[in-house]
């Protein structure tokens, strides 16, 4: 078991859904939901038939104060709370830079006023080589939580940043949106049928902050090897025909989560390999 007592910023979200399971599953005996959304907190507390290792704070990672009252008595934290949408952040930098920067700050200082042992931030593919103002507010935060090793001394909390694209099938990503758009006979939008993505499933994404949180001995920045789809290729494998509106100044046509590791030349998966994998997702 990677800790007994953990919180997880963004605990509604879908990774903080699958992780608080994950969780549980592996033995911890406290588990803190932080999150903004009263509504998801019911309806999450509600699938977890009200297990009672869950604890449910409603609180923003903007509030240092209330960080630090929820991290009382926590071993590890996983921050997974951001402002992730990249359309969102072009139109509204500023409060992009409120959440995911100031935020980061917030939880950097909170641990170690709680005195946690250990952090785990979830970044993003994002962050390398950023044109968004997303990519620049998740590269800040990865510098961030890598310089906050040592800064209270030798025992202070330990840092460290798992680097992944989105996970397949997550809130508000293109798999359900097509979905979405196909069950109610919508032609779905895409960017440029070329795009190149990485594919990540949530139970690897889950893993891998797992087995980081497990070993870290603080400044890690985890990167997995993953496959990538066209995004062609993808529309073909659900069965939608989108209008490709081109691409957006602020998305880029290929991903990279570090030097060599990039989309377009990592290994391309089938239109039949996508097929039967969007069956499990």
Known sequence: MIAKRILVTGGTGSFGTAFVRKALERGATRVCVFSRGEHRQATMREEFDNDERIRWFIGDVR?????????EGIDLVIHAAALKRIEVGHYNPIEMVRTNVDGAINVIEAAQDAGVERVVAISSDKAYQPISAYGFSKAMAEALFLAANGTVGQYGPCFSVVRYGNVAGSAGSVIPLWRHCKEHRITPNGTDPDCTRFWMRMDQAVDLVMDTAGTMIGGELAIPTLPAYRLADL???????????????????HECMGPGNCSDTARRMTVEELKEKIEYV
Not at 63 to 71: F, H, I, P
Not at 235 to 253: D, Q, R, S
Request: aromatic share 8%; hydrophobic share 35%; net charge positive.
């Open 63 to 71: 509030d240092r104060t209330r960080l630090t009252r929820a991290m």
């Open 235 to 253: 529309a073909e494998a659900m069965g939608v025909e989108p209008h490709w509106n081109g691409l957006p100044t602020w998305e880029k046509k």
